[in-house]
């Protein structure tokens, strides 16, 4: 992985800007958020993202290669895709990179994107305990998975956080026909956190999740956790960035932020993705879906 920094300034000219940045980073990340400054750039670029780029290690591998190219420092906030998209509807961000395409067509329909490009898919997973209390280990259908951990209310894991995964979570619950909720029903839990806490939890309780496949590469090894249904065609995952659009937000860094979202989808951009894995595993499946 290449710096993200500049080799280090004389000290005391610098000393009180790097300990204010220490200690905005620190009272970020005790906010639960991730933050990532690239080398230092007049055209700054600020990045809401999916917790799922930053966990599964994307955003640290990728960013620096953009910075070093282009000159445009990145400053990312990983958040779950709901909140991504309204930091983009405040004009908080000047870009999100988000994987729910139903939110992300209401978010442009609202006229708060300026455009969507595509730029690169794995898949959802679920995935659960060993014994697999619900007989649902080599199913292709998360919605019959799904149907059966309810018939025998065998413990589940939600992010319950409003971000791509729970929105899609929720939407395969209602193919089920039932909706459940932590207060009706104690083998339902809500994480409220990140997808990599969410795993941990689930792992702790030996309860089921719901998980992108990238994610749950990155810290298999830790969890107690196997995969029990892929392949479902309804959990094919795609990520797309998105500038938000500068005739509603005209302090937003637009030249910045569509530069990225063209990078990221650029011949460059893709080989980057395309070779990006973990454990000998490429974890994204480049696309290259340029629409801005």
């Known amino acids: 992985m290449r710096p993200w920094h500049r080799a280090p300034l004389p000290w005391p000219r610098f000393m009180t800007a790097l300990r204010a940045a220490f200690v905005v980073a620190l009272l970020l990340i005790l906010a639960g958020l991730a933050v990532t400054w690239s080398a230092p750039s007049s055209a700054n670029v600020t990045v809401a993202t999916t917790t799922s780029a930053r966990d599964s290690g994307l955003l640290d591998y990728l960013l620096p290669f953009f910075s070093e190219e282009t000159g445009i420092g990145v400053r990312y906030v990983a958040v779950g895709t709901g909140q ?3 930091m983009g509807r405040r004009g908080d961000a000047d870009v999100v990179i988000v994987h729910s395409p139903i939110e992300e067509a209401v978010f442009l329909a609202e006229g708060h994107g300026l455009c969507r490009s595509v730029v690169m898919q794995n898949e959802f997973l679920v995935v659960g305990p060993p014994s697999d209390p619900a007989g649902i280990r080599g ?7 799904l149907g059966r951990i309810l018939a025998v209310r065998a413990p589940f894991v939600s992010r319950g956080d409003n971000s791509g995964t729970h929105l899609l ?3 395969i619950w209602s193919w089920v026909g039932y909706q459940p909720t932590p207060v009706a029903e104690p083998w339902y839990r809500e ?6 806490a969410t795993l941990q939890i689930a792992s702790e309780l030996e309860g089921y999740t719901l998980t992108d496949s990238g994610t749950y590469a990155v810290y298999r090894t830790s969890l107690r956790l196997e995969i029990d249904v892929k392949n479902d065609p309804p959990l094919q995952n795609y990520y797309s960035v998105i500038p938000v659009n500068p005739v509603i937000h005209p302090g937003t860094n637009v030249d910045g932020a ?8 650029s011949p460059r951009g893709q080989a980057l993705i395309a070779g990006y894995e973990v454990n000998g595993q490429p974890i994204f499946h480049p696309i290259g879906q340029d629409g801005c």
């Open 169 to 171: 979570e929720r939407r």
């Open 139 to 145: 199913l292709d259908n998360a919605t019959v998975a």
């Open 191 to 196: 994480a409220g956190q990140g997808m990599a």
């Open 258 to 265: 569509v530069a990225l979202a063209k990078w990221l989808v």
């Open 84 to 86: 991504a998209l309204d």
